[in-house]
């Protein structure tokens, strides 16, 4: 195993046991990370900041130096993958997306399941990224309303979750 | 809203519960295929054609299988012929369903049979979608009317017979003709119809409800042409520049020009610049297109492409003067491709003179290239101009004030005017002429942009003079569409152009072109005319018509 | 072609009763609420998530998979969940019988039903519906709340109907997971 | 992005392949030929099938002569009477050629392309015709219709009228075509408790891919059932409709002023082909009063709906191609076929069929599905698959020009008859590659309910089976190929089949004429015509085919 890694959990945060987390991460109220996924602050630190969802077979990586802050309520489910720089608050990234290197996210951005990012870009809030060709829009739709269902969720999970699986805490 | 409108018609006519009635109306284009029922106002589908070369190979049988055609694993989704498929190869090329000269005898006659083959299949393939996959209804309960283009090849309309009648069984075809059907959907039977289609325009007066086939005349400038000439700007004018380093820059690879691509950017960024420039004699083409992006004031479009061969994305800018101006091509006749402008008052000046005022002022543009936004007012531009201008059309030039399309609205002061001035000379009730509309009084200089676009507004204007002298129903229709609208109203009348029964189908259907006699009513096709060959344009010979002996008019052949 | 023989390694798999074979690489949570039907094989890195129960209800079956079914390398099988009268909840998924799952594909469906191919690398949605004899083409995303009818051929993003199966497929379907349960058979040492 | 792929140019490999060849596509072949009178297609199955029923499993040359002077009618097919015909039928009839000697199947498909060809998963086996058949030469017509959504059954009666699409809560997305679910804005209500009072409007429709929601395009509802027929009633309502039903009125009035008979206008477009010069000149020189009768009555339009000039304007300052729609966006709104993202409309989820299948030759039913859309099972399901032995590739050495390559097939019976096959390699090839057979007759033995449990055991070890083959187990039976490539490329050789076995022939009680299950083979030979023997009788069944085998690439040499 590599050299343990720097966990600064919030006690209100919920970390399974069965991933994988290296470098230097600091996991905000609130967020639950999911068994088998994988963080890797291998540069510089990687800061969630609460409310996220990260899902199974998620890989965050942060190879460069600068710190990567991710904002509050966001959501990575299965299998996507972050690579980027920033990200702001309220996005989802779905089933397989991908955020490139370099790319900034703004808020409530949804990344579709398979779509992914150019590399180096900033995505303005509300970019929606879908279907085959990566095509995009600027959607206007109500996110107060899965809102309230995100913090559904969270509850739900904070309950059922260390049911069936142990949970980290902070080294 | 009470009762929908629709609904009550359905009663008065006398729609069985499972409408049996209404027929097949479909209108085969060599890019796009409309299909619907008759009594409804669109058609239900709009297909397009869109295949690759690799999936026409697969036609001849010239092609390797697929991988997923291996033993047992097979089977699922080798339906290796359906369009679906053969669209999934690769989707971005497609080839016409047919040509013009499909039935040139100078290809070897090897080629030419192969050429049918595929039609044929193809044909079969988009039918049988048309009928299970689309209209979801039984061949075999609903007669077929097929609008059709006068010039259409007869190897295509045979073949359309023939899939029709034997793989799909259905119970009689009826081609009629496009214009004609257009034409009605204007609430007239008389006037100048112009199809734009992809492969070639052509241009059919038709005056009382009857085509005058022998002053049919056509040019290859439509959609095609504007397809290459399109690919040849975009070539010379729009190099690609690298999203990573903007200073790259890159011809456009042949490879990428693609007819989807080609297609995509006509249907979207492509519109008719609304304003003339007058081009001096000998102009160069390059001074030319100076000129248009001089004045150009259209905004530049960047397209997002992938460039496989650097691996890298590319941004295709495409400025908005070639956006305006390609189209410009369709103006700019040559002798052997005429201008739209020219083939239209080609015609005008070889109708009968007194008819020449009637079939200037209801001009009506119709087919796939008329959905270009604005084509139609410049195109009314253009004939203005080339009447006051063009010392060709020096006898027409007293008509300048006449022209109009009908489906456009006149003042109705202007229109009252000009209808008293017309009233004694026009012929057919209805029937009037305008003259300009006071916005574009100088079609010599710019005239703003006037009514303009596809779009249609769903805004409708109520009619506040009802006693005006034209009633036009404006932009109700799109002009892609008319043709298909025009079969729909008469199929749901219960009549249509002379039907062919299954029965009697021996592989042959009748043609335009050498006018072979078809009697109607009892539906019996006799072939005697098989004399001439389908390249009789102009065709001298014809037979009279035996329909219940209704017809008076015209039994006589004639020479022209 | 005939299907290959994949040999395994007796010591990465554990083989129950009824024949299912379980790779010991594969992650399995909250076992107790998982059902296999008979002659299922997981394959190694494939995850099966049982924990994810539907909210105040006690033992309750939350992944039930059929016979003769084949879950690839690094396969995702995971509950979906909604707000349902205000009430969040994940809920229970049923697989039926004959079904392949390709690798790396994540399912979220509320119903699989049997003799359906899943190819490599999809994503089939929350409370998607797949039903009987069907088949989804590799790298297709089948979107949330979607309905695969029977006899349907499923590719793209989001998935649309290329083709349709044609009425032998449950023979073949069938056939074939036979086939690869009696072809993963144990290395030979 | 437009990223536009070139197509993949490079040479693919091909993978090794099964096909069975369907007669309908080889060249000279009758089989689709069944738009003549359906007597001659009859009488050309009753012949099949009685040829088919007499010859012997061992021998080759049929006499055929012999087989149409034995017994008439089937079962299946027993009112059916055989008929001199006066066709030309009679001559070949009395000959050998009319049911297909095995002969004239050899003839008919000895070549290595795979056109027409197909998996044996694809295919159905006509058994009273005794031949493959493909879903090309298959007549489809249609059981029942459902959303493939919502999966609910539609009426026939319904279907035109609610123009074939979910009536129900069932949308497509109109910007990315998936299916849209209705929302609300407020998480805690449930969709599904009708009845509540809630907030106007609160209802909205959602995309769940391209977030695309119909509150961008003002459409909100207040309740969330029954959104369809709110949608149609709106469609019902806009200005095409309106003026399709006034024109149907306007033209309907004039056909009938026209005294057409029998609902066939007289001048209007029968007489469009008279559209003679003659005709005109006659229309020129008399007064334009007497004409007027035969031209359409003025024309005042339902509504009047005038061009979107902010369109052009829009067009003209756009900078991304997403501001316009794709013209797959624009073909599924044909209400307008707007330019406009922002006018994009939800559509209603079109509907689907389940079709049954009919022979064209014999009209048997191939394939009959239940009538619920959820259902599975057929009533009548006769695919090749559980008929014809199923030929797989169980080894393949790689091909090499010029050196012998051993190649294992296994024959599969899914009968549960035993079966002999003997084969056959065909010349017709190009390149004609060396082919040598092995064992050219083998039985395979019966398909057995309690094999399926051993399927572990499937290695018997090979070159021990009694027969000259190379391998037995179960119901298959594999044999050897030496393949001698001689050119580089695909190999691929034609393989005729002849299988032939002893058909349990089940009496049915009743004589139900529709009922040809796969047990039940018409084909029978010197049986009387009506026994009530309870006891089974066999009858021998004789089915010859081509298949076209792939074997993959051939490489010029081996690499040392």
């Known amino acids: 195993m590599m050299s343990r890694p720097k966990l600064t959990i919030s006690t209100r945060a919920l970390v399974c046991q069965d991933n994988d987390l290296r470098g230097e991460i600091i996991v905000g109220a609130g967020t639950v990370l999911h068994p088998q996924c994988r963080v890797w602050a291998t540069g510089g630190p990687i800061m969630f900041g609460s409310g996220n969802i990260v899902e199974e077979h998620v890989v965050i990586i942060n190879r460069g130096p600068e710190p990567l802050i991710i904002g509050d309520h966001n959501v990575f489910e299965v299998g996507s993958v972050m690579e980027g720089m920033k990200i702001g608050n309220r996005n989802t990234l779905e089933v397989k997306a991908h955020v490139k290197t370099g790319t900034w996210l703004g808020d409530e951005c949804v990344i579709g399941t398979v779509c992914s990012t150019h590399e180096n870009e900033i995505l303005p809030d509300r970019t929606v990224i879908y279907g085959d060709k990566n095509d995009r829009r600027i959607y206007s739709g109500n996110k107060a309303n899965q809102m309230s269902v995100h913090m559904r969720h969270l509850e739900y999970l904070m309950q059922t979750l260390p049911k069936f699986n142990h949970s980290r805490t902070s080294t | 809203m009470a009762l929908p409108l629709s609904k009550i018609r359905d009663l008065s006519f006398k729609t069985s519960i499972y409408g049996i009635e209404e027929r097949i109306v479909l209108d085969i284009g060599s890019c796009y295929l409309k299909c619907g029922f008759s009594g409804e106002a669109r058609p239900r589908h709009f297909l397009s054609m869109f295949l690759s070369e690799e999936a026409l190979d697969d036609y001849l049988g010239l092609n390797a299988i697929s991988e997923q055609h291996v033993g047992h694993e097979c089977g699922e989704s080798c339906n290796l012929r359906s369009n679906q498929n053969c669209r999934g190869i690769n989707p971005y090329e497609y080839a016409e369903l047919y040509q013009l000269d499909m039935m040139r005898k100078n290809s070897s006659g090897q080629t030419e049979q192969e050429r049918l083959q595929i039609l044929e299949e193809r044909l079969a393939d988009y039918l049988n979608d048309v009928y299970f996959k689309y209209l979801l209804t039984d061949p075999k309960q609903r007669k077929v009317i097929i609008c059709e283009s006068p010039l259409a090849p007869i190897a295509l309309k045979e073949s359309i017979a023939k899939v029709l009648f034997e793989k799909l069984q259905v119970p009689s075809v009826s081609f009629t003709p496009n214009h004609l059907l257009a034409l009605l959907t204007t609430g007239t039977a008389t006037g100048l119809v112009i199809d734009c289609g992809h492969l070639e325009t052509t241009v059919l007066p038709i005056y009382s409800s009857r ?300 043609d335009w072109s050498t006018f072979t006699v078809v009697s109607a009513s009892s539906g019996l096709y006799s072939s005697q005319s098989t004399s001439s060959s389908s390249t009789g344009l102009h065709q001298q010979q014809q037979q009279p018509l035996h329909s219940e002996g209704t017809l008076a008019a015209s039994a006589l052949s004639i020479s022209y | 072609m005939d299907l290959p023989i994949i040999h395994y390694s007796k010591s990465e798999y554990i083989e129950t009763d009824t024949g299912n074979k379980v790779s010991r690489k594969s992650v399995i949570c909250g076992s107790q609420n998982i059902v296999l039907g008979g002659k299922t094989i997981l394959q190694t890195g494939s995850v099966i998530r049982g924990d994810l129960k539907r909210t105040g209800t006690g033992h309750a079956v939350v992944v039930s998979v059929g016979r003769y079914c084949f879950l690839s390398q690094g396969c995702v099988i995971r509950p979906p969940c909604k707000t349902y009268k205000g009430v969040f909840s994940y809920y229970p998924m049923k697989i039926g019988d004959h079904v392949i799952i390709g690798e790396g594909t994540i399912v979220q469906a509320a119903t699989i039903g049997s003799f359906v191919t899943i190819g490599k690398n999809c994503v089939i949605g929350r409370f998607a519906i797949i039903k009987d004899c069907c088949k989804i083409e590799d790298n297709t995303v089948i979107p949330p709340n979607t309905v695969v009818p029977s006899f349907s051929i499923y590719k793209g993003s989001p998935g649309k109907l290329v083709d349709e199966l044609p009425e032998s497929i449950q023979e073949i379907y069938e056939a074939r997971t036979k086939d690869r349960y009696a072809k993963f058979i144990p290395r030979a040492d | 992005m437009l990223a536009i792929d070139a197509p993949p140019g490079q040479g693919k490999t091909h993978q090794p392949f099964v096909h069975y060849r369907c007669l309908c596509s080889s060249p000279g072949s009758s089989a689709t030929a069944s738009t003549k009178s359906s007597s001659s297609s009859i009488h050309d199955h009753e012949a099949d099938s009685t040829a088919a029923g007499t010859s012997s499993a061992a021998d080759m040359n049929i006499d055929n002569t012999a087989a149409s002077s034995s017994s008439p009618a089937p079962s299946s097919a027993g009112a059916l009477i055989v008929r001199a015909s006066p066709t030309s039928h009679e001559s070949l009839f009395s000959e050998h050629h009319n049911p297909r000697s095995t002969e004239e199947i ?455």
């Open chain 2, 211 to 510: 085509p005058l086939m022998p002053f049919i005349r056509t040019t290859p400038r439509a959609g095609k042409f504007l397809s290459t000439h399109l690919k040849q700007l975009l070539k010379e004018k729009c190099p690609i520049s690298l999203v990573d380093n903007p200073t790259d820059l890159r011809i456009i690879p042949e490879g990428m020009l693609t007819s989807a691509f080609l297609e995509t950017i006509k249907t979207r960024l492509l519109f008719a610049s609304p304003l003339i420039i007058n081009a001096r004699d000998n102009i160069g083409e390059d001074e030319m297109n100076n000129n248009y992006r001089d004045v150009s004031t259209s905004t530049e479009v960047n397209v997002e492409v992938w460039l496989h061969e650097e691996q890298a994305r590319g941004k295709l800018a495409i400025p908005g003067w070639i956006r305006e101006r390609a189209s410009e091509c369709l103006f700019n006749g040559d002798e052997d491709a005429e201008s739209l402008t020219d083939v239209i008052l080609e015609t005008v000046s070889k109708v009968p003179s007194d008819l020449r005022r009637p079939m200037i002022s209801s001009l009506l543009l119709i087919g796939g290239t008329a959905q270009l936004p604005n084509l139609q007012n410049r195109l009314l531009q253009e004939i203005r101009r080339s009447l006051q201008t063009n010392k060709r059309w020096k006898a027409l030039s007293g008509l300048a004030d006449a022209v109009r399309f009908l489906d456009d609205f006149t003042p109705a002061e202007a229109s009252l005017a000009a209808a008293a001035a017309a009233a004694t000379s026009t012929s057919a009730a209805g029937l009037g002429a305008s003259s300009s509309s006071p916005m574009d009084v100088d079609p010599e200089t710019s005239a703003p942009p006037r009514t303009t676009t596809r779009d249609k507004d769903p805004r409708k204007k109520k009619k506040d003079q009802p006693k005006k002298v034209y009633q036009s129903s404006g932009k109700v229709f799109m002009p892609n569409c008319r043709g298909w609208i025009g079969g729909s109203l008469v199929g749901s009348l219960k009549s249509s152009g002379p039907e062919l029964l299954r029965e009697n189908f021996t592989g042959t259907v009748p």
């Open chain 4, 106 to 560: 050899f003839a008919s498909g000895n070549s290595s392309d795979e056109h027409g060809s197909m998996s044996l998963s694809r295919l159905y086996f006509c058994d009273s015709c005794g031949e493959i058949r493909c879903p090309k030469c298959t007549q489809d017509e249609i059981v029942c219709y459902y959303c493939p959504n919502c999966l609910f059954d539609v009426p026939t009666a319904s279907v035109k009228s609610e123009k074939h699409k979910c009536s129900r809560n069932c949308f497509e997305c109109p910007i990315c075509q998936n299916t849209l679910s209705v929302v609300s804005d407020d998480p805690d209500v449930s969709l599904y408790t009708p009845g509540m009072t809630t907030a106007a409007g609160q209802y909205h429709l959602s995309c769940n891919m391209c977030q695309w929601n119909s509150n961008e395009i003002g459409m909100t509802f207040d309740k969330p059932t029954g959104l369809a027929v709110q949608l149609q009633k709106a469609e019902d309502g806009l200005p095409d409709v309106k003026e399709f039903g006034r024109l149907k009125d306007h033209l309907e009035k004039y056909f009938r002023v026209h005294g057409l008979k029998q609902g066939l206008p007289s001048s209007l477009l029968s007489s469009i082909q008279s559209g003679t010069l003659q005709s005109l000149r006659y229309v020129s020189s008399t007064n334009h009063k007497a004409q007027q009768s035969d031209d359409i009555a003025h024309y005042t339009p339902a509504v009047q709906v005038v061009e979107d000039t902010e369109n052009l304007e829009k067009l003209m300052s756009i900078t991304s191609l997403d501001e316009t729609t794709s013209m797959k966006q624009r073909l599924l709104q044909l209400q307008n076929q707007t330019y406009s993202t922002q006018r994009l409309q939800p559509q209603r989820i079109h509907l689907r069929i389940k079709k049954s299948r009919r022979c064209r030759s014999c009209r048997h039913i191939l394939v009959n599905p239940e009538q619920k859309a959820q259902a599975t099972r057929f009533k009548i399901n006769l695919v090749a698959l559980n008929q014809l032995p199923n030929i797989t590739i169980a080894h393949i050495q790689p091909m090499i020009v010029q050196t012998v390559s051993t190649v294992i097939l296994r024959f599969t019976n899914p009968r549960q008859e035993e079966a002999h096959v003997s084969l056959e390699a065909g010349d017709g090839a190009n390149p004609n590659h060396g082919v040598r057979i092995l064992s050219e007759n083998f039985t395979i033995a019966p398909f057995n309910e309690v094999w399926e449990y051993e399927v572990g055991t499937l290695t018997a070890p090979p070159g021990q089976a009694q027969e000259d083959v190379y391998d037995k187990t179960a119901n298959s039976t594999s044999i050897m190929l030496y393949i001698t490539p001689v050119a580089p490329g695909e190999v691929k050789i034609p393989l005729f089949v002849t299988f032939s076995f002893k058909a349990r022939k089940l009496q049915t009680e009743t004589g139900s004429p529709k009922l040809p299950s796969q047990l039940v083979l018409s084909g029978a030979a010197g049986r009387d015509s009506m026994p009530p023997a309870p006891e089974v009788e066999y009858v021998d069944k004789k089915v010859s085919f081509w298949t076209v085998i792939g074997f993959g690439d051939a490489v010029p040499t081996l690499s040392s």
